[in-house]
């Protein structure tokens, strides 16, 4: 009998969400998202031999005299490296966060309003003695 029960019971299976894998076709090999594997080692690799480069105080000064030299074609890309590098936008956002700037005005007693009446002509008159 409790079979009988089980089957009269037996709910409906639910339609389940289908997997990522059977929506989403996987990328081919060549198209791949992301870093490109070994471009963090090159990168690395790039930056030590920048920094153990002989000349590397040579390229430094060069930057520095054009960017203080106004009639230097590329004075405005040697300025915007310079200040990337020496003016950190986090310096002022680490500022702006803490440091508020708040203007209070605040007024002291009340304000000497006199109620003088301007006496004047009225328009009508003013427009008869144009004509």
């Known amino acids: 009998m409790s079979e009988n029960v089980r089957e009269l019971v037996k709910r409906k ?3 389940q969400k289908p997997k ?3 929506v989403i076709p996987s ?5 791949r998202r992301g870093r490109p594997p070994g471009q963090y080692a090159t990168q ?12 590397k105080e040579a390229v ?15 004075s ?12 950190p936008v986090s310096g002022f956002e680490k500022l702006r966060g803490t440091n508020n700037i708040q203007i209070n ?9 006199s109620e003088k009446i301007i006496e004047g002509e009225e328009i009508a008159t003013i427009e008869e003695d144009v004509d």
């Open 13 to 15: 299976t639910r339609k």
């Open 20 to 22: 990522a894998d059977d």
């Open 27 to 31: 990328a081919p090999r060549g198209k």
């Open 44 to 55: 690395l690799a790039l930056q030590e031999m920048m920094y153990t480069h002989p000349d």
């Open 60 to 74: 430094i000064q060069e930057l520095f005299t054009a960017a203080l030299d106004q009639d230097h074609k590329n």
């Open 76 to 87: 405005a890309p040697a300025l915007k490296i310079l200040t990337d590098r020496l003016v």
């Open 105 to 113: 005005i605040s007024t002291i007693g009340e304000a000497d309003i």
